[in-house]
């Protein structure tokens, strides 16, 4: 069974930073795309970035080009998100998903960004 | 960046009725690779997103036959054959075919 579980989220001023963890089970991750897709609060899904297998191509969406970096640790089976700079904006669900196409989602974690 | 629309926003419908809901997509999402990667998502109250249909009509692993899904070019379809009220939700078309990937704004189907 395919199992996403995010963590890392919570409260920040805005300016600062967090580091969102997904760490993945029940498939072959290194076989695997992993995305960040996230919903503000009543909103719409929203794609954040996608990496490839070995890390060597990342897509973002231009909102948080600069600001938000996706990385993976293959030997852990996990994806990350770390994100800078962050604004009120970026207040969300963080969902970390499986594959481009987000065929499998995680529970998702909470980022809400207030002063 | 391609805009993907979706009619109607909203859907009432009757348990065990049809529903439908169109998805436009701003662009061709025919891919250079011959494949059309237009996908439509479920969300449940209260429930992340699930995987429902991809490529326009291929139902993922576990999703009842009442779902099916057509379409081609920039315009699609999902239909629901007899609703159930386990099919209240937003249902979400997404595009993959060109970056960055973008959502529909979501069609709400709820129970009359």
């Known amino acids: 069974e395919v199992q996403l579980v995010e963590s890392g989220g919570g409260l920040v001023l805005p300016g600062e930073s967090l580091r969102l963890s997904c760490s993945a089970s029940g498939f072959t991750f290194t076989s695997s795309w992993m995305s960040w897709v996230r919903q503000a609060p009543g909103k719409g899904l929203e794609w954040v970035a996608s990496?490839?297998?070995?890390?060597?191509?990342?897509n973002y969406v231009d909102s948080v080009k600069g600001r938000f970096t996706i990385s993976r640790d293959n030997a852990k089976n996990s994806v990350y998100l770390q994100m800078n700079s962050l604004r009120a904006e970026d207040t969300a669900v963080y969902y970390c998903?499986?594959?481009?196409?987000?065929?499998?989602w995680g529970q998702g974690t909470r980022v809400t960004v207030s002063s | 960046d391609i805009v993907m629309t979706q009619t109607p926003l909203s859907s009432p419908v009757t348990l065990g009725q049809p529903a439908s809901i169109s998805c436009r997509s701003s662009?061709?999402?025919?891919?250079?690779?011959?494949?059309?990667?237009l996908s439509w998502l479920q969300q449940r109250p209260g429930q992340p997103p699930r995987f429902l249909i991809y490529k326009i009509s291929n139902r993922f692993s576990g999703v009842p036959d009442r779902f099916s899904g057509s379409g081609a070019g920039t315009d699609f379809t999902l239909k629901i054959s007899r609703v159930e009220g386990e099919d209240v939700g937003v249902y979400y078309c997404m595009q993959a075919t060109q970056l960055p990937f973008t959502f529909g704004p979501g069609t709400k189907v709820e129970i009359k």
């Open positions: 662009q061709s999402l025919v891919h250079s690779d011959g494949n059309t990667y």
């Open positions: 990496i490839k297998q070995d890390g060597s191509e990342k």
């Open positions: 998903a499986k594959d481009q196409r987000c065929s499998y």
